[in-house]
């Protein structure tokens, strides 16, 4: 069971980095982002990643989807709250 604690954890750190990623126009940025993103799923719940994922080994870890992959999990996340 996923605890609804998570699911607000995991929303409100994505939305704030989905919403800087979006409109930066710095690379350093956006691969910082991608970094934190990134180490932050590694200590997430495993149960709410697989269930944002849909089965997806690289969700959230593929550059060449990380940011339409950002939109998609917020809106999940989102949706579960």
């Known amino acids: 069971m996923i605890k609804k ?3 607000e954890t995991a929303y409100c750190f994505l ?3 989905q919403r800087v990623f ?3 126009t710095m690379d350093w940025q ?3 982002i991608e970094y934190a993103i990134g180490s932050y799923i590694d200590t997430m719940d495993p ?3 697989d269930k944002i ?3 997806r080994t690289d969700f959230l870890r593929n550059h060449s989807t990380f940011g339409d992959d950002m939109l998609k ?3 999940l996340l989102e949706a579960m709250l």
């Open 47 to 49: 149960e709410l990643y």
């Open 5 to 7: 604690e998570n699911i």
């Open 30 to 32: 956006k691969e910082d």
């Open 73 to 75: 999990a917020v809106e």
């Open 22 to 24: 979006q409109y930066s």
């Open 53 to 55: 994922a849909g089965g």
């Open 15 to 17: 939305h704030q980095k």
